[in-house]
T-cell receptor, first 116, second 114 residues
């Protein structure tokens, strides 16, 4: 389809292992966002990419979290040395970068991470 | 800094009854406001948005919301609930412009009973 695609949809890992989550945004969308959804916590902003500008990393909870976006399209969120509190659904979204878009985001279905 | 407060983490209504989900915002600039819905095991999808045009905004599935600057509110309503409306609803605010990150509320889970 033409929506935001995320993989894997489910990931179970052991504490201390590294994980990578992938996001493929809608074609032509230059803005890409990562959010984390924990039970009862709502959506927590993690990081935002816009074109070739420096990403807004203000939401990353620790230096174990990093993300990159290659070629202005696909993004990978990496969590190193996972902890149990990292268990959550990681949502990716993309949007058009244009005046008046005002942040209308299109979301993927998320990657559910479980750290044992 | 922008923020959103959703009053009530759980709301239960009978089928056919009025749905009212509350959202209050804080923003240092005129905000853009959004309601998103998340059905079970699905991603979020946009219900409606306010971007400084008409203060009463109509969205999909019969939902609407009214921007009230004096009350800093953007409550979501639907005159008659349907079983298919059961989902989690998120209010969000952005500072608008070309693109900017959304700040979400903690969500309200809507239950619809027979």
């Amino acid at each position: 389809g033409a929506g935001v695609s995320q993989s894997p949809s489910n990931k179970v890992t052991e504490k201390g292992k590294d994980v990578e989550l992938r996001c493929d945004p809608i074609s032509g969308h230059t803005a890409l966002y990562w959010y984390r959804q924990s039970l009862g916590q709502g959506l927590e902003f993690l990081i935002y990419f816009q074109g070739n500008s420096a990403p807004d990393k203000s939401g990353l909870p620790s230096d174990r979290f990093s993300a990159e976006r290659t070629g202005g399209s696909v993004s990978t969120l990496t969590i190193q040395r996972t902890q149990q509190e990292d268990s959550a659904v990681y949502l990716c979204a993309s949007s058009l970068y244009r005046q008046g878009a005002g942040g209308e985001l299109f979301f993927g279905e998320g990657s559910r991470l479980t750290v044992l | 800094a922008q923020s959103v407060t959703q009053l009530g983490s759980h709301v239960s209504v009978s089928e056919g009854a009025l749905v009212l989900l509350r959202c209050n915002y804080s923003s240092s600039v005129p905000p853009y406001l959004f309601w998103y819905v998340q059905y079970p095991n699905q991603g979020l999808q946009l219900l409606l948005k306010y971007t400084s045009a008409a203060t009463l905004v109509k969205g999909i599935n019969g939902f609407e919301a009214e921007f009230k600057k004096s009350e800093t509110s953007f409550h979501l309503t639907k005159p008659s609930a349907h079983m298919s409306d059961a989902a989690e609803y998120f209010c969000a605010v952005s500072e608008g412009g070309t693109a900017s990150k959304l700040t979400f509320g903690t969500g309200t889970r809507l239950q619809v009973t027979l």
